[in-house]
């Protein structure tokens, strides 16, 4: 599947700052970039890979008060749509050290706080027909409610208030797969199935020796979504950080089919 990627941004500084982009599709397994153009008005740039070498971040020094940001890229995603029951989850000792980090609990997502619970609620699966049961258990316990929480929202907080966005869902999907010691990790995707369009975060599990794309909110398959960013939690896969305050004039992320 080919998708149509664009995305315009303008923001007002308080004075010349610097942000640290991630909203270029990431070029590697499952899916390639055919075409992608970035502007941005008077700013030096400079590229670094992402976390766990997934796509890149960018460092901007905006030298103006204001950045106009311009993305387009089309991508071909050949990653094909699977099933996680069949899928074993590694014992522990097996797992590569570039994965282990993803069993430990994070900022966002506390998972030693969900043992107990994933224990009695799911204890009686294993591998992909757990992880899969804990989505379906997300998806159908959660409310998606734009606005109903914001960036300081922890996971503990969506588990008892039962509603959220991407974000959250994802939050409480890595907590939960992370509480029955399978890796699971945040991730930044675009795809032309979010209602409403924009920047969406799911989480990868780690299934038989490989990362496996999982949205608990129930919009997007894998075989549908293209990857931006990978990290620990919301935190780590934010589309902007700036140094100094940012005031948001406009907006718009919009993925179609190519």
Known sequence: MQI???????????RPNTVFLALEAAEGAGQSILFETLSLTDADLTRIAGDADVGTRIWARVHGHDMQLNYSAKVDITRPAQGLGPLDAAP??????????????SRYCQSDKFVTFVGKRFGHLEGG???????????????????????????????????????????????????AQIPARMVAVYSPDVTPPDFHAVAEVWLAGAWHLVDATGMCGADTMAIIAVGRDAYDIAFMDSEAPAELLSQTVTVTPA
């Open 92 to 105: 522990l000792y097996k797992i590569p050290g570039p994965v282990a980090p993803y069993l430990r609990p």
């Open 4 to 14: 149509q990627i664009d995305v315009a941004m303008h923001y007002r500084f308080t």
């Open 129 to 179: 027909s757990k992880v899969s049961a804990i989505r379906d258990w997300i998806e159908a316990e959660l409310t998606y409610v734009p606005g109903s929480s914001d960036a300081d929202t922890n996971v503990l907080e969506t588990f008892a208030g039962r509603q959220g966005v991407c974000r959250d869902y994802a939050h409480l999907m890595c907590a939960m797969v992370r509480a």
